[in-house]
């Protein structure tokens, strides 16, 4: 059996090896290692894919969310209503732009940011929301959306973790995470759904004018060569990693459904057993399963990894600190006491290896030995 892995890329490459390589191969031929023709080819193909009119490719997904916000046009002090649980990168570029981060409650049984938490934090500064589809599952874009509406707030979706992810509106209209927003962003960091070889990311939008702004803030600022209107950054996505994209994007339905037939692997083996809360369904939201992570009732979680790392077997804490209990926002005056349903997640959930690659034999081990820990 091969070593069982959070997320095995090596396995995945080999599969892809033949298109990868030559993909490469082409852009050493071309030397055009900077905006090359890859980079417009895989926007395109993006923008197609998840619906939005606008697809700007940048350097990374942290990149993405700094740029959003800095598109928005927000100014020091103004507040932006964000997860506290959730990777540190959506909560960071807040407060780097000196934006006052605003942390509310998730919803425990979805691990996304809490409607009613959100009406309940908004002031008079509030100007943006930004969600985060934690683990591959939307949060609940149609309330949020109604909010944002009636309080004019902009919407950032952080939608690092859910690339591919289909969204249900009441009315039947579908729409893909990431494509709902104001301004959606997303990374293609290698181990995410959609990864590249290096670091990556993206930027989404239907509005025009926010696309020029957006495009122009990635470059400098830049309206036409050496003319600078606003002060920007220097952020692209690389020739080489276009070119990896580009036949990845290609496999990202059936990548999306190799992790869904994982999960439900494990849904089956866990089923119904007390001590183990199983990714719970939205009904508005597929799950494309950037993790699969299990909510621990009454087990000793260090005791259940160590036992799994005993047995070459991986398992992660995503997250083991929340963003209001972070050192970074003390200087927010932010009150690490408000958010209990986030510390309970924080301290209960466990995600196992999901991805791609996962056999049966695999699988089998890994529940098994949940198990045999659990019932113990
Ligand atoms: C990965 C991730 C990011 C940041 O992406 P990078 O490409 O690593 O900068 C932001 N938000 C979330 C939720 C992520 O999972």
Known sequence: MRPIQMVDLKQQYEHIKGDVDAAIHAVLDSCAFIN?????????QLSAYVGSKHVIPCANGTDALQIALMALGLQPGDEVITPSFTYIATTEVIALLRLKPVFVEVDTKTFCIAPDAIEKAITSKT???????????????????????KHNLYVIEDNAQAIGCNYSFSNGTKKKTGA??????????????????GDGGAIFTDDDQLANRIRMIANHGQSKRYYHDVVGCNSRLDTLQAAVLNVKLKKL??????????????????????KITTPFRATYSDH????????????????????????????????????????????????????????????????????????EEQLTLITQNVLAYINQ
């Open 36 to 44: 090359g023709k890859p980079v417009q080819d895989f926007a395109q």
């Open 127 to 149: 100007k943006a929301i930004v969600p985060v589809h934690l683990y591959g599952q939307a949060a609940n874009m149609e309330a949020i959306m109604q909010i944002a509406r």
């Open 180 to 197: 709902i927003g104001t301004i959606g962003c997303t990374s293609f960091f290698p181990s995410k759904n959609l990864g590249c070889y």
């Open 253 to 274: 339905d059936e990548y999306i459904a190799a992790r869904q037939q994982a999960a439900a692997y494990y849904d089956r083996a866990f089923a119904g057993h007390p």
């Open 288 to 359: 494309v399963f950037h993790q699969y992570t299990l909510i621990l009732n009454d087990v000793d979680r260090d005791g259940l990894n160590q036992y799994l790392a005993d047995r070459q077997i991986p398992s992660m804490i995503y997250y083991p600190v929340p963003a209001h209990r972070q050192t970074m926002f003390e200087a927010f005056g932010s009150d690490a006491s408000h958010l209990p349903g986030t510390d309970w997640l924080t301290e209960r959930v466990i995600s196992l290896p999901i991805h791609t690659e996962l056999d």
